[in-house]
């Protein structure tokens, strides 16, 4: 059969290559541009799915880094509310009148005590020893032996962090002095068995401890004066701290550090850095400030039998609420003496929740976030969550708020997810807060509050 037109047979038109050539140079051209445009997009999507985090930051190169991991170094959590002094002035001033609450005991944040299996093969970091400061020579360890109004605990066994693991490296560092004899892929294996997981609480550390037969006491409104005097008596002290090595590439980060010696000459502590090596030097002022980050938390570790004697050490701080009280009154100071130090804010906030103070303890959080808090500070510290899952009401947005925020940078974060469940609980939507819960559990089968949170479903 033919078709015809104007009575003659149509027949198809051969293809002008001279006419097509544009267009397909104009097609690949739109192709081309297309896939740069959206390359951060496609790319984020690949790596972050199919390539580990912790291979990624080793071997990408820092361009590619920057645009998968799309991170600003010098990001806050969002804003609550804006600064206002008259508040702030009124909170300090409310606080300062009323009598402390009794304590109401905080949900325990704990974990099983799983079977410890051999080690598998663990990324270091992405940088080589050379460039690490070396260790003191005998004669430098020697000298500060020596020096008038120094001390110095010895020995120990060093150990750099691989991924995110300075809290199991510290600590396998710290136990080297009591000779345990135990690494940092035996103690990651037991706190954080995602190996991708980004924080390891003080709970986590002191539980794996006590699996050791010794014991781990934890503690926060520590001073200069007391890791001297813990030192004096022969145990070394494991603070958690704000760490900024590379604040123009990597920002704020929380980063646990073993303490084992001190010269009140130089007016410097000596350090095991996990990440920048051990005989480190660092001036009290120094790990005074970025201690305060952290509500000064110390953890110590004994023989079980010595317990009395770390106890008067430490003297009545020992006893929880008289710790918090001195907390709280700690950090009313400082933040009357800079009122723009949002740590100081979020100090009060961390005391008010441990005395069970829900409604001014979120108030003191709105201002730490006004303030400009690190984006990170909720991967190590849930003050906030708690705050304002107790006050309830429109504040269970903020959980929420809070919660997507950690875990659009980090999605390994078990907290978050247990936190936004019981927001997202309290406000009716049963079905999503147990995918929370379950999520938060898969990530750390060892988090007992997901458990006890799936249970009660």
Request: net charge negative.
């Amino acid at each position: 059969m033919s078709f015809l037109k104007d009575d003659k047979t149509y027949r198809k038109r051969p293809i002008n290559r001279r006419k097509l050539g544009p267009w397909l140079i104009i097609g690949g051209s739109l192709l081309f541009l297309t896939l740069a445009i959206s390359a951060p997009l496609w790319l984020r999507f690949a790596i972050r799915t199919f390539i580990p985090d912790r291979y990624a930051a080793a071997y990408l190169p820092e361009p590619l880094y920057e645009m998968v991991f799309d991170t600003d170094p010098f990001e806050t959590l969002p804003t609550a509310v804006p600064a206002d002094a008259s508040a702030e002035a009124a909170l300090l001033e409310q606080l300062s009148a009323i009598e402390q609450p009794q304590t109401t005991p905080l949900p325990t944040i704990s974990v099983d005590v799983p079977s410890i299996s051999p080690s598998d093969e663990i990324l270091t970091p992405a940088f080589e020893a050379e460039e690490l400061p070396p260790i003191p020579s005998e004669e430098d360890t020697e000298a500060a032996l020596n020096e008038p109004d120094s001390v110095m605990l010895q020995p120990f066994d060093h150990n750099y962090q691989m991924w995110n693991n300075c809290g199991p490296a510290t600590l396998a560092t710290y136990l080297s002095y009591w000779e345990l004899g135990v690494t940092q892929e035996d103690i990651q294996q037991f706190v954080k068995p995602n190996i991708e997981d980004r924080n390891v609480r003080p709970d986590e550390l002191q539980a794996y401890v006590e699996s050791l037969g010794y014991n781990m006491i934890v503690r926060v409104d520590g001073d200069l004066d007391l890791i001297q005097r813990l030192i004096d008596a022969g145990y070394p002290v494991m603070i958690e701290k704000g760490f900024d090595p590379e604040p123009d590439r990597l920002g704020w980060m929380g980063h646990y550090l073993l303490i084992y010696g001190y010269s009140k000459t130089d007016r410097t502590f000596w350090t095991m850095d996990s990440y920048l090596g051990p005989g480190q030097q660092e001036p009290y002022d120094y790990i005074n400030r970025m201690w305060q980050h952290f509500n000064r938390t110390y953890l110590v570790v004994y023989p079980p039998d010595q317990y009395a004697e770390v106890a008067a050490i430490i003297g009545q701080d020992i006893d929880t609420q008289t710790m918090y009280t001195g907390a709280l009154a700690t950090a009313q100071i400082e933040a009357q003496a800079d009122p723009d130090n949002p740590y100081a804010w979020f100090n009060i906030g961390s005391s008010l929740v441990a005395l069970g103070d829900s409604a001014n303890a979120a108030s003191a959080f709105d201002i730490a976030r006004s303030k400009g808090t690190p984006w990170r500070m909720l991967w190590y510290q849930f003050g906030p969550y708690e705050a304002y899952l107790n006050v309830g009401g429109d504040r269970l947005n903020d959980v929420i708020t809070l919660a997507d925020t950690v875990l659009a940078n980090n999605e390994y974060s078990e907290e978050a997810y247990y936190y936004k469940g019981r927001a997202l609980e309290a406000m009716g939507y049963h079905d999503e807060a147990i995918e929370c819960y379950e999520k938060a559990s898969t990530l750390n089968p060892h988090f007992e509050l997901a458990e006890i949170a799936l249970a009660e479903q």
